[in-house]
């Protein structure tokens, strides 16, 4: 049956579209434990999922395809492991940071944004805690048009575990420093999306990925946190 793609427009027929990219999940959930994700927002509904959530009434194959060089990118830093190198320490020699540089941040921006323009597409149920609004319009103008200055609006901070097993969770809205984000759980990546009129605060400025700047990834313990008793309860 023939549906609209919600982004040519035209009516055609539509493809399973995978909301996380078929490939992050290879990559990042390939094995064990790690293969048991979350897909669903109780713990009764979490359950193996390797390939993923697709949604077939969203994309016709050849708009899909059109996200795959961002996806190629984003997964490959998804999974590059941390550079020893680059690692910035505290007053006490704990591991604060590292530094990654020459990164194309557009693509990767681009990626980011495509992941939560397609979670708020989706009808999913999954994913019906994204809702990106007039945002949703926005995004699709920028995935046509790359302009990088509409793209600088949508800050993305990182924040990865130094030793956490893997894993998937949901894309969540919540509020920082009074402002709209989103945050997803991606492999052991935490990444912040401001979708928000309000600037992000100057203070953050510096650790947002930005062009022709080495992007610096926050490296996080997270024992004892209510991160680490999510995951716990997943991998159970
Ligand atoms: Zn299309």
């Known amino acids: 049956m023939k549906e609209k793609c919600v982004f040519c427009e035209k009516t055609k027929n539509l493809i399973k579209a995978h909301i996380i990219p078929k490939g992050l ?129 949508f800050s993305i901070l990182f924040r990865r575990a130094i030793k956490s097993p893997k894993i998937h969770l949901f894309p969540a809205f919540f509020r920082w420093e009074e402002i709209n984000f989103y945050h997803l759980y991606l492999g052991d990546f935490e990444i912040r999306i401001k979708v928000d009129k309000q600037k992000l605060p100057k203070k953050f400025e510096v650790f947002s990925l930005k062009p022709q700047l080495p992007l610096v990834i926050f490296l996080s313990d997270f024992s004892g946190s209510n991160l680490e008793a999510t995951i716990k309860k997943i991998l159970q």
């Open 25 to 153: 999940h290879k990559q990042l959930y390939s094995s064990g434990e790690n293969s048991k994700i979350r897909v669903g927002a109780s713990k009764r509904r979490m359950k193996r999922s390797p390939s993923g959530i697709w949604d077939k009434h969203i994309l016709c194959s050849e708009c899909d395809n059109s996200f795959s060089l961002w996806e190629k990118y984003g997964i490959e830093f998804l999974s590059s492991p941390v550079d020893k190198n680059k690692i910035i320490c505290g007053p006490h020699g704990d591991k604060i940071a590292y530094s990654v540089y020459n990164l194309d941040c557009v693509k990767l921006q681009l990626f980011f944004l495509s992941l939560l323009w397609k979670a708020s597409i989706t009808k999913r149920e999954e994913y019906a805690t994204v809702s990106l609004g007039p945002y949703e319009n926005i995004i699709k103008d920028i995935f046509l048009s790359e302009n990088v200055n509409e793209l600088k609006s």
